[in-house]
């Protein structure tokens, strides 16, 4: 892939992750369901690695070719100079890519190092923990537990964390909180591992890693972690009656997380004074001017996701066109050589060059003297390929 490729397949990805994104915000203003909503900004991190892979591995659709008018003096010109920024863009988006997943390597081992530095719960906490099944959590039909329940003198707010072990982790002050306040926390903590947000969270942080610089996926992102907090908090208030105790509870967690604290980087904080949290507040108190169950209904998901996965094919085709030789003779271009190759292997053939015409080839317009000026040289005008004629 040379410079000027790059740069036409780093564009198009950007667009397409910013098309994936406004849609899956259009569908999430459409419904009032935090399940739904949650499943979807995760999908949408699923379908923007996938719109990756798509982009380096398949042939995309070309339906114009706004650069057959140019003479080849500019064509050329212009190729140069997208090969110029492609160079430096690259050398930006690899050394971001780099430093962002060295800081998400670091961030991970810090919190495995934090969490196993916390000391075990005992007493009557363990024991509401044991009721609260803490012994045998079930995800997607599986046990992953026990889920080790510990404190630590350093947070001031709850969180969860999961590498090969789930972890619910304490501050201090909570050991001496009512039952009740205790039982709201966990039940929020637990339904974030039950969910499997942990390694959703780690598929955030890749997607983050790859695009650090496009701000809708950090848009994205802020929109994902508010989707997971609206659920479990959802999920910690079973009955109407609990959301007002939750909503106090809340708030005197982020009084105590206003202070200087440790928050380790991969965790899953409960709450922290954050704009987030404001939101998360509002909520509540709509929630608990309302009558009823609070507990969301996760019905017409999965046709939700399966639209979302419709529009993101229909977005990976959508292609700048800034190749300068792109042939018109096909509408689309070939296939990338790593999989053609792999293609061919087994014994599939696959079109992985150009289908030239008149003037595709713009490096053949030019051929340097001796002394190194450029000349151009007219082919043709002919009808037909002169490769094709060839004997």
């Known amino acids: 892939m040379s410079f000027g490729q790059f740069l036409e397949s780093f564009l198009s990805v950007a667009l397409q992750v910013a098309l994936v994104v406004v849609g899956t915000q259009f569908m999430c203003q459409r419904t009032n369901n935090s399940k739904i909503s949650c499943r979807l900004w995760t999908a949408c991190h699923v379908l923007i690695l996938l719109l990756t892979a798509v982009a ?7 339906l114009l070719h706004p650069w057959q008018g140019l003479p080849g ?21 690899a050394a971001g890519v ?13 919190t495995s190092r934090f969490v196993a530095a916390c000391r075990p719960i005992t007493g009557p906490l363990r024991e509401l923990a044991a009721n609260l099944a803490l012994d045998g959590l ?13 404190w630590s003198p350093e947070i001031k707010t709850p969180f969860c964390w999961q590498l090969h072990q789930p972890h619910i982790v304490l501050p201090e002050y909570m050991l001496e909180s009512d039952e009740d306040d205790v039982r709201l926390v966990v039940r929020h903590e637990v339904e974030h591992l039950r969910l499997g947000h942990p ?3 780690l598929v955030q942080r890749i997607v983050e890693a790859i695009f650090w610089f496009h701000p809708a996926v950090w848009y994205a992102s802020r929109q994902t972690d508010l989707a997971r907090e609206f659920l479990c908090d959802d999920a910690a208030c079973e009955k109407n009656q609990e959301s007002i105790r939750y909503l106090n509870l809340l708030v005197r967690i982020v009084e105590h997380a206003r202070q200087p604290t440790t928050i380790p980087a991969e965790a899953i904080p409960f709450g922290k004074a954050s704009p987030a949290t404001v939101v998360r507040i509002r909520r509540l108190i709509e929630l608990a001017k309302a009558s009823g169950s609070v507990s969301p209904s996760s019905r017409g998901s999965g046709s939700q996701v399966a639209i979302l996965m419709c529009l993101t094919a229909l977005i990976s085709q959508v292609w700048l066109p800034l190749n300068l030789f ?3 003779r096909s509408y689309w271009s070939p296939w990338p050589r790593w999989t053609a ?6 014994g ?3 079109r992985d060059y150009e289908t030239h015409g008149r003037r595709t080839n713009a490096f053949e317009l030019l051929e340097e003297d001796g002394e190194g000026h450029r000349h151009f040289h007219e082919i043709p005008k002919t009808d037909e390929n002169p490769v094709e004629n060839a004997p």
């Open 56 to 62: 380096l591995n398949l042939p995309h659709l070309r």
């Open 73 to 93: 003096e500019m064509v050329v010109y212009l190729a140069g100079l997208m090969d110029q920024v492609g160079a430096v863009a690259m050398l930006l988006w």
């Open 98 to 110: 780099v430093v962002s997943l060295a800081m998400l390597a670091y961030g991970s081992y810090s």
């Open 138 to 150: 079930t995800l997607h039909d599986q046990k992953v537990g026990p889920v080790k329940l510990l």
């Open 199 to 201: 390694l959703q969270l």
């Open 326 to 328: 792109a042939s018109p």
């Open 341 to 346: 190759d792999t293609l061919h292997d087994f």
């Open 348 to 350: 599939i053939h696959v």
